[in-house]
């Protein structure tokens, strides 16, 4: 199994040779199911995510015993234009409330059994402003990738990555603008907050980045490299490592969806061991999915970001493959299968 | 505090007299909110929820520590007409594996840590086969409300009610077509499996049901005594202790959305301190829970009963509590707040 990467190259190779699912453990898990004391369907979606997951793990059976959630932080040049409601040193404050359990991640971490570990991606230096011109040189992305790559916890069964950075929700709408087309309206929300006048500077901020590296489009690790951020960049490279280490991922919001978008364009087929754990109230994700072809688990309104509603989307996993694995058969339990 | 009721009229007395959540424990709750290390309203329908939930604690920073889980079981002597796809015999043997710990809510309340009970209510005794006449004499309905009321954990501080009763969807039917009017096509569905021409003719026993027993129709508590069950009504009188424990409820599916209607028929905002867990796939659940005026939780196309979709809402409502009630503010957490 590969190790990691030195550069976008090699990188490259790795996602041209993802491996599938077991279709026999997924079969098996299928079979196993019909034989549950319930109606056939009636458990609905948890049905298919535990057939789901039983495919990736390669057994019939799995449980969900040691989820990991990461939560990726960095800086963006683009808040010099003014796009959040909140201060570039958030950032680095969030980290450390992170860091000592005081975040919202940190208690649905908790609440869900999961391990949580965060990561800051130089903070004191924030990617060029997307305005400007690229986001980040071919040997930043590269770096930021491995991180992500290494964060992966081999032993994890479950992986969710989520991210912090003020100014991230301009470098999702735009990559989201330069992969799926449309208007920078269309693809611009509220972020942390802001509204009005604010948000339609926002979202002529996303037009002028999409323009000003329009040179990436139709290239999808381009487009993460010229218009993403280290922390998006390291969300990517932990999808990846997943796939390879056949750990099935929760995918977060809105700006881990443009993060996942970037490796679906550079490979076709490379989220297959993804779900979307929720849908998030900022008003362009509804749309990203629909493109990603993912029909989210919760729908709560959230939109906080940090991995919150992918964390809290393992419960219903864990739910899902617990019933799977732990119910008595018809046969076993002496019920009548109608 | 009551400490049970030995008639209708005791039990109608209890009704009219139930407590209200504390006013200022949920202002108090909001107020904690808005300092918390988040975007204002960013954890969306899980801070409506926590604020909801200290409401009827009566704490502005309650967790959850004791959910609890009844399942409760009845016959029904409408299966004669042939209703289900399953044979009667199934409820004894589904509370077998219950307590053999082989079903799916089993599984579902460990994950969520909820204590789980399981009380079987007369099922040698099946309720009268309602298009024949009412399903339970006045005594058999206060029997079974007080099973309910005596079932809840006092020290509970979240409760779900479930239950397993073969040919309960053609009750909760006949329930929804005497209190709401429309069709009985309209509220009839596949419970746990009927199709096609036995589902026309299901459909068809409830309207004649609720013929018989039209002398019932405006009277909440006649309505479930005529054409519910023992399980709905034990449901029923869990309900309402839960409430006088200022208990938070989860409801459940269509047949638990039925008892619960019966209720609020009888005394409007009885369901106040209740959140509708999920919603089930069971055609006429939508229309239910617009007419209680709830939004469900979760959306997973489950149909199982059994409290499952209720039980694994408590997943949702303890990551709302435990951000609300472990997050740290801006101030403790020395984060700049916009």
């Known amino acids: 199994m590969r190790q990691g990467f030195r550069s976008l190259a090699e990188f490259s190779d790795i996602l041209q040779g993802l491996p599938a699912p077991d279709a026999a453990a997924r079969v098996a898990a299928s079979e196993r199911d019909a034989q549950l004391t319930k109606p056939p369907g009636s458990l609905g979606r948890l049905e298919e995510l535990a057939a789901w997951y039983c495919g990736w793990r390669g057994d019939p059976r799995a449980e969900i015993a040691a989820p990991q959630t990461i939560v990726f932080a960095g800086n963006h040049g683009v808040t010099a234009q003014g796009v959040s409601a909140f201060p570039p040193e958030v950032t680095a404050q969030m980290v450390a409330n992170f860091q000592a359990g005081g975040a919202a991640v940190n208690q649905l971490a908790r609440t869900v059994g999961a391990r949580m570990d965060v990561l800051a991606l130089r903070l004191e230096q924030p990617t060029t402003d997307i305005t400007q011109g690229p986001a980040m040189s071919e ?71 999409v323009e000003v590296n329009k040179q990436c489009k139709n290239n999808g690790m381009e487009v993460l490299r010229c218009l993403g951020g280290r922390e998006l960049a390291a969300m990517a490279g932990a999808m990846v490592r997943a796939r390879v280490l056949r ?51 919760l729908s709560l309104g959230m939109r906080l970001g940090e991995g919150s509603g992918g964390t809290l989307a393992v419960a219903i996993l864990k739910a899902a493959l617990a019933c799977h694995s732990g119910m008595a058969s018809f046969a076993e339990a002496g019920v009548s299968d109608g």
């Open 139 to 209: 040997a930043e992305l590269v770096e930021a990738l491995l991180a992500g790559w290494q964060a992966v916890d081999s032993k994890a069964d479950l992986l969710v990555v989520g991210e912090m950075g003020i100014g991230n929700t301009t470098s999702a709408a735009a990559i989201a603008l330069a992969l799926f087309g449309g208007t920078a309206q269309e693809w611009t929300g509220r972020g942390t907050g802001v509204d009005g006048d604010a948000l339609r500077h926002k979202a002529e901020v996303v037009a002028r980045a």
């Open 247 to 297: 750990i099935p991922l929760i995918l977060d919001g809105f700006i881990c969806g443009a993060a996942a978008a970037c490796l679906e364009a550079a490979q076709p087929g490379a989220l297959d061991h993804t779900v979307a754990g929720h849908l998030s109230a900022e008003v362009a994700h509804p749309k990203l999915l629909e493109k990603l072809g993912k029909e989210p688990i």
